[in-house]
């Protein structure tokens, strides 16, 4: 059939791809904080944004240009480019202008911005970073550093995806996104390159399938950005496809990119995965499966290392959808503490429960008992790093 | 036309009502943990219950008896009596029976619990609580430190209401909520009296009118409790009533314990209105406001004194509702930061509205500038007090 390996390069992996991170000054202490992704073909490009009604310059600036292909992504960190108004868009036209004509062969270029909200985009310093970049250089980890922002790691990952007749594509992709993450798309950017030779339409329909099953799943603090975008880009450099390894082989990608962000959640020391069976239908799955890993009391839980199975049973309730207290079982990874009305919190499941909420990463499943419905969501616990991170981002 | 002049007495301050607080050992430290509310004669009640599908034990019980008066509610704190199933309702029939076998005259005794889910009541030390009743002693305050959960201060308020013609009647009332607020109620229980002459139904329909307005419009953490009660007692003793007086004088009472209860959420240093018009129309506005009440990026901004108005927009356009960047108005009580398209966040500003966020109660103001619609709710700001709550409730 196929085989899918697990290959490094990031977003460099696919034959044709280049990206670096510079440092422009965005950030203090000469960190990392623009990126580019190069490629001297053309490429096709699918895209998913936020549903955030205050969508970013960068974003307006790609959707106002219709369909069209790229070789040129600029992403800077540290400003978002929000709320700017008019005047943020002259200022990607003039930065992006600015690249053309340092840079030959620059076709189409796009930007995008993550940071703070509401502050004009500092253009020299962003100009000198363009200054500084060397078009064809494969440095994807630097790339990868550039776009963070309170992230703690860098997010990267790549697959080669071997086929029957020996021919070979791959999908590399970096990300950043650790606060802000749900259930749309929430400040997380993720850049996805491919040699797979596939048309913009296809790799659409692959990401409109994929992202809520993904990133749409993963929640951090349940709010939503004015600049989440996710791209993939094609430059067909393989001359193959196969479109079940390649939808596979994406999924994957975009699932471990879905859960490192919420691993990285602001804050986070803990990786959730709530697993909701038995819904009357997958809709309703989801419902609750959002409502669990959005509920503050259920993620201070999760950071005291309480199995408060009750929070659980309240929150499921809560969420709005058909749910009875006799046909709900609820159980941490295999501990069962509460099944079709049976209370089994004892005092040894009750430290059984405790050990597993120890974890760095466990399960909590939940089943309403009623039907068939069932959806995973991704959710971090959260501590007082949150707090403090979030109370003085800006400063 | 009427006089309505806030006074001592809680529960109390209605002719004929009684109320104490005990200590039964629920709680550690003798403190005070059990509460009645007796009236000699028999009550009309109406209600508002939690729209938590997991209802706790006791509101299921109540919901039962169907159409009833009353003259005895007994409260417990500590314990939820919920997710308890069957058993959870034969020890309220239990615990009441008790009680009616002790005391004479009393007539449909109702329970209402608040605190830990999924553990059975303490049944012999409610009754052991309920041998400590003494049951015609007025003592509002202590049965309104009874029912404290994670509260910090007790809530009681009451009104005397003068008509024209020298009639005079009363309402009075207690509450707790201090987590788990909004925005249906949440882990919030007040208990109203009054010896106006007002039926059953006159009072549901202004239960149903208020509730949205007041405690529905309250948050502190965006979860809905399984126990949530709001109960309106009368027992007519005044033998006079006045719509309008009453509607006023219930609406501050209401609005006063819903803010209260925002004030004292857990951790919360700051009481914030979100005044929000020119939506759509007021459902929208209702959307938007609850919005911001429940961000946790607002809320964190909040905690951190940050004049972050790019977290409002943000939450603005994340709400789902009809919105423009460029019709947008945001302030910081008279501190205007973004008007229209137009950032007004220059240094002067920025120094200002820190300042108002300084404030113990403040209001944040967004216009939508689309069409009329408004709706005011109240939220709180999120510390570490509220994970340190939160985190090791149980133990």
Known sequence: ??????????????????????????????????????????????????????QAAPIRHFKAKGVFQTNFVLINSKNANAMTGKAGIEDIEEILSFAQELHQNLHNPVMSSTGVIG???????????????????????AAAEAIMTTDTFSKEIAYRITLDDGSIFHIGAMAKGAGMINPAMATM??????????????????????????????????????????????????????????????YEIMLHLAKMMVKDGEGATKLVTYRVTG????????KVAKALSDSLLVKTALYGEDPNWGRIASTV?????????????????????????ENLF????????????QRDEFTIYCDLGIADGSFEAYGCDLGYEYVKINADYRT
Chains 1, 2 share one sequence.
Not at 36 to 42: A, V
Not at 120 to 131: S, V
Not at 279 to 286: L, T, V
């Open 346 to 357: 004892d005092e040894a499941n009750e430290a059984k429960a405790a050990k597993v909420m």
């Open 317 to 341: 309730g809560a969420s709005g959808v058909e749910a009875h207290e006799e046909k709900l079982t609820i159980s941490f990874e295999d501990v069962c503490v509460y099944k079709q009305g």
């Open 279 to 286: 819904a009357r239908n997958d809709e309703e799955a989801e």
């Open 1 to 54: 059939m196929y085989k899918i390996e697990k290959i490094q390069g990031g977003v460099c992996a696919a034959k044709g791809f280049y990206s670096n991170g510079v440092s422009a000054g965005l950030k203090p202490n000469a960190q990392k904080d623009m990126a580019f992704i190069y490629c001297e073909e053309l490429c096709d490009i699918a895209s998913k944004f936020t549903t955030n009604k205050m």
């Open 119 to 141: 502050v004009r985009l500092p253009k020299e310093k962003l100009k000198n970073g363009i200054k500084l970049f060397e078009l064809k250089t494969a440095n994807p980890t």
């Open 189 to 250: 950017l993720c850049f996805i390159t491919t040699d797979a030779d596939i048309d913009a339409k296809e790799m659409q329909r692959h990401l409109d399938k994929l992202t809520p099953l993904t990133f749409n799943a993963a929640s951090v603090d349940g709010d939503t950005s004015t600049n989440d975008t996710v791209m993939l880009l094609s430059n067909k450099k393989s001359g193959t496809y196969h479109k079940e390894a390649f939808e596979k082989a994406l």
